[in-house]
């Protein structure tokens, strides 16, 4: 599903940064094992990149690999 589901106003973002939007919250939440069974962790991953999006980030491979960074665990999260 691509992101365009959960904008609220698309016209603040060009085709190109939709597209590379829609690019990384796909391969975000396949990295991740979020499937179209789990719709709240999607909108969670896809908030999360409308928000860098709208501070500037566009690149799809930034966005992707810093959501992901965000979701998963620190090394110290697993020792607490």
Known sequence: MPIRAYLGDQSMFTPDAIDAMS???EEACAVLAITDFHPGAR?????????????????????????????RPSPEDLTA
């Open 23 to 25: 690019q990384a919250l």
């Open 43 to 71: 909108e969670m991953v896809a908030a999360r990149i409308i928000h860098l999006a709208r501070t500037g980030m566009i690149d799809a491979n930034a966005l992707r690999n810093r959501v992901v960074l965000e979701a």
